[in-house]
């Protein structure tokens, strides 16, 4: 029985689209809507957001709002390590993806000398950099941050000196960087990524499973396999984008991708990796209201949320 506590991060200035800052709060009316009472059973606390810069300018357009989500990954940062330094399992409900990093940020606080695991459960590989990006948005850059990653030999862009010290700086919260390698990353559900992203997956031989392989295996194999890639790794992660789910599910996110996995799929696979004893943080993010239609989006990740954490609390 793992002592959950729940950390919101309402972010959502690294996203292209808006409205991601109203996810949590989604889930929480899905909770009511279902009678449920977990919101009020489980500690909860909420990370400070820098979400007014929407209303200026982006000034870094290769990494935009930068400084904002370098500020939101040392506040979440801080609260997952004080969290797990309690023996507490930290679920991370975030906006958009961009403020994981911060959360491995905080795992790595916590235990500096063990080995971390990632398992990336979404459409995206999230791998880009300043230097390669097609949009400046900061939620495809997260897995980058961990990993230390620029892709030089991909770059398209020429970020400024604000940008890259920004950018150096992320990549070095919490005293460690890299902070993972990409034999301790695995990939569930990706399948849309640029040239740029392809090159490092290839490069790097990174695991990967996709949702066809999901299909025919099954979830079961997929998580066994999952964990066995990583048995090198003393803790995991695990960090769900709802856009993992098939564009017909996930209307209600940013950035839908046809060809993801079903919403029983997605509960199954997400209950079965918490399971494991290395398991030692969970993050669910990008579910948008704004575009949804019933708040639908909001109900499947609420089912989602619920069996993860009956998983882990009984």
Known sequence: MKNVKFIEVKSEIGAGTRGASMGVDAIKIAALDYGSNMFKQIESVEIKTENQLLFEPAKTIYAKRISGILNIYERLANAVSQTLKKNGFPIVLA???????????????????????VIWIDA?????????????????????????????????????????DLWNRMKKIGGISPKITYKDLVYIGVRD????????????????????????????????????????????????????MDSSISKGTGTPVRNGITEKEAGSLCVRLVQNEKVCCFEICEVNPTLDKENLMAENTFEILQKVVSQLTY
């Open 95 to 117: 906006g958009d993806h961009s403020t994981a990093g911060g959360t491995i940020a905080g795992i790595k606080m916590a235990h500096p000398k063990q080995k971390l695991g």
């Open 124 to 164: 995206h590989a999230d791998i880009h950099s300043p230097y390669t990006t097609p949009t400046g948005n900061m939620h495809g850059m997260t897995v980058a941050t961990a990993l230390a990653e620029d892709n030089i030999a991909s770059k398209m862009n020429k970020p400024d000196k604000d940008t890259i």
């Open 193 to 244: 990524v640029e040239p740029e992203e392809t090159f490092l997956l290839k490069r790097h031989k990174v695991k990967a499973f996709t949702t066809a392989e999901v299909k025919r295996n099954g979830v079961e194999k997929i998580a066994r396999d999952a964990l066995a890639h990583l048995t090198h790794c003393n803790l995991i992660y695990v960090s769900f984008d709802v856009d993992s």
